[in-house]
């Protein structure tokens, strides 16, 4: 097998690259044609039924607001109950025939089964799924004392999304619905303090790709990388704390309008803002590049002594 595999070191990249010269102005041709035709033709969300998470505050808050101006009806999940009221009354103003609360715990396999029963028992069907819940961590791995902490990170922004999705599915599919996936820049960027929430939704945008392949057409799935946000994360000092506090905040309203036309559109992926897709082309080719600037700018220095470090408390999304 050995020699096999030798064969296809010197074959397929020859193979590969012959192949692309001549199939990908074709392959780009139709991408651009098909995004003209979908910008044209997107999606009238008018009386479909979108369960979001993470709905009382950021980006899940002024999604349900996005689609409350489209007609949509709503099924808004997060903890804080009061904060889920004010943004469910607040959706109702801009135009959502009916909007309902869930409160729970995302983490929770059986919180997110009864969001769903709740979607289902309230409107009959199912027809968006937007996972947006999740919460981010600010520490140097090796400076935590007990690396159990983290858990509550994987079980939120990974399992938490898994958990709807796995609920959500056959729903969906009667539907022909789609599942909306609030991942991040920071999954495409090594970004020093996170690197539990990088894994977490390097982990989300790998289950999502996949689960892309094994659903098909049926369902369509929008991975969403957005970068800096005005939210309850990037306020405080949890921006000095992380060392980006010189990066641009890009306003809530303004990603999340981004954010529901992707959606209506059927987008494969969205970086928002666009200038972000750089940063992921940057690591894809020249990763070293990418180190070393995180290194120099993010941790102050080109080492990792701990002089320079400092931690955060967990904080939201």
Known sequence: MDSVHKLLNIVLPLISLFLLFFFLPVILLFKISNSISRSIFSENVSSKIVLITGASSGI??????????????????????????????KARRLGSPDVIVETGDVSKVEDCKRFVDAALNHFGKLNHVVNNAGIAPLCLFEDTDNVEDFAPIMNTNFWGSVYCTHFAIPHLRKSRGKIIVIASIAQWSPIPRLSIYCGSKGALVSFYETLRVEVGSDIGITIVGPGVVDSEITRGDFMSKAGVDGFPVESTEGCTKAIFKSICRGDRYLFEPAWERTIYFWNLLCPEVIESFHRWFLLGRPNNS????NSGALKSD
């Open 306 to 309: 701990k002089s320079n470090r």
């Open 60 to 89: 899940g808050e002024h999604l349900a607001y996005e689609y409350a101006k489209g007609g949509a009806c709503l099924v808004l999940v997060a903890r804080r109950e009061k904060q889920l009221q004010e943004v469910a009354c």
